[in-house]
C-alpha cells in the first residue's frame, strides 16, 4: 500500500479570508477527510 504521509510529511495549506469566529475544531472537522492538522 502507498503511504503518502510518510513521502510527504511536510505537506502545508494556507487558509486565508476567514472569520476570526472560526475554531481550529471546526477546521479540524470540515478538514478531516484531507488528513490530521
Known sequence: ??????????NNL?????????TKKELERHFASEGGM
Open 1 to 10: 500500500s502507498y503511504d503518502y504521509e510518510a513521502e510527504n510529511p511536510g
Open 14 to 22: 494556507y487558509v486565508t479570508g476567514l472569520s476570526t469566529r472560526v
